[in-house]
């Protein structure tokens, strides 16, 4: 991204400059002047490359011998199917409903097993979540299903959630924002192309007793155990986006691991809720406590001007605010890629419009 253009897309979303440029090299010459796009996911030069890319991603999030990781095609949507699929036995499944993915998700579960939800947050627009005394948790569930980060609503669940079944998180636009304890999870997957590459991988973390346990009738294709035998190469892999995301735990690992991510995401976040709370122009319907660090909707005080607001942004170099279809209003996507520039920018463009239009 040229200097001083600002990408706040919801996902696919912005790369490190210097993720661009390492890519660079390898599209001309990732192995004895073969491109990483010509090269065969089973070729010694790549097994090498998926190996340390690997570790590197063990180390980042602190991924113990306990966990398989694996690297699919399929994107997070293909993970609603399979999970139910590989993880439904008696019957029952627990889903926590809080924005459009996890709804999303408990349909989908919906036609392999009985969906119980614990609590469904689309009577409030998915702006809060009830208080987990009054959810209405299974008796003894297969799993338990949440969305750390609902990505279309900006609402973001900021701990882990315990459950004495097995729990699976969609962490698909949070996943390395921050430190996360891995361990108070049995499955964790998510789509890369916001904090850790490019669209076409999907990373699974995946407790191994939990992969013991998965639906042995299923063909391969859809049985994690089968990937996890065959070490993510069943058939072939997304060579090209496992090659990015390698690079994107480099530079994560670089600008000081995800602890670093968790302090400047904080930051960043705050910087444009505080400018959003003391403006009257703009607003965010998200409950304080569950606001997103990654993805930030706002509306303005007058509609008929989106459109204009839009325009004007993008004449500034700052792109894709626009809010998602079905939501409408404006959304800020900063995953770890954006700079604080990028939000100090946002702000006094914001600034300025608000100034022209109040
Ligand atoms: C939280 C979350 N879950 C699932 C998805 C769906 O991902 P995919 O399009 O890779 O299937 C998205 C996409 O934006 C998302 O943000």
Known sequence: MPKDIFNFSAGPALIPQSVIERIHSGLDDFHRG????????????????????????????????????????????????????????????????????SKKASEYANKVANVNIVSDSSSNNFTNVADPKKWNISDDPDYFFYCANETVHGLELHNPIESDSPVICDMSSTIASRPIDINKYDLVFAGAQKNLGIAGLTILIIKNKLLSDCNKELLPMFDYSAHAEEASMLNTSPVFSWYVSGFIFDWITEQGGVRMMGKVNMEKSSLLYNYIDESSFYSNPVSKPYRSWMNIPFILARDDLENDFIQSAEDEGLFNLKGHRTVGGMRASVYNAMPIEGIKKLIAFMDDFAKLHE
Do not use: C
Not at 54 to 75: A, P, T
Not at 80 to 91: E, R, Y
């Open 34 to 101: 073969l491109s990483i796009v010509e090269v065969s996911h089973r070729s010694h030069a790549f097994k090498e490359y998926a190996k340390s890319s690997e570790s590197s991603l063990r180390n980042l999030l602190s991924i113990s011998d306990e966990y398989s990781i694996l690297f699919l095609q399929g994107g997070a949507t293909h993970q609603f199917a399979l999970i139910p699929m590989n993880f439904s036995k008696n019957g029952v499944l627990d889903y926590l409903v809080t924005g459009a993915w």
